[in-house]
């Protein structure tokens, strides 16, 4: 059990930008994903973007379980708030529920813009203004050096490989996506802590199409609905 939580906090511990382009979004106003576990649906991940003027709030909430034989054996719900006024980052707050396990992070920009503050449930302290967290509908995460987990705060340096132009088929529509690779750059963390994990992305409308791991069994994002 303590492997597939390391895997949930991996997959759900990547990217955003403080300074990010958030208006190729703009005609967005929700998301909605499905999460598969060996090839089994187990919930989902919803994101609704909220305008307001100058202000955008993504509103996001997740929520599956694993089961066997009809026994619930782990239960995750998160729920988080990116926050953006004039396509700059100023907030993100999140909440998250593994079994009964509480964990938060609470990450603000400094008022001159020159840095991040993180108080979490695994690090507390500042961050290079360029690291991005928690959630993956933002395309920006490419550009990234590190990743700040939006689950609970922890700094994760990242490298990220262009895998190629690939055809995507979900249900009864096909993709035309670029295919990225996002690896931990540090070679001594243990493999529970690595990240290797793959993301697709419209080459045209940068929408987030699909993503993918390994770790105690293969986990996929896949994208259901958006409006």
Known sequence: MKKIILSIIILFSLNFKAISHVQHYDNYNYLEYELFRNNQSIGYHKYDFLRDGDNLSIISEVN??????????????????????????????????????????????????KYLVIDGSSYKGKADK???????????????????????????????????????????????????????????????????????????????VKASFEKTGYWEYRLKTYK
């Open 64 to 113: 599956f379980k694993i089961t066997k034989l009809g026994v619930d054996l782990y239960k995750y719900f998160a729920k988080s708030e990116e926050n953006y006024k004039k396509g700059v980052f100023e907030s993100y707050y999140s909440k998250t529920k593994q079994n009964k396990k509480d964990r938060y992070v609470n990450i603000t920009a400094d008022k001159e813009g």
């Open 130 to 208: 360029e690291f991005i967290v928690g959630t993956w509908w933002n395309h920006e995460i490419v550009k990234a050096k590190a990743q700040i987990s939006g689950i609970s705060g922890r700094i994760i340096d990242q490298t990220v490989t262009f895998v190629g132009k690939e055809e995507i088929i979900i249900g009864d529509k096909t993709y035309k996506t670029l295919h990225f690779n996002f690896k931990s750059s540090d070679e001594t963390l243990p493999d529970s802590k690595k990240l290797n994990t793959n993301i697709w992305y419209d080459e045209e409308t940068y929408l987030w």
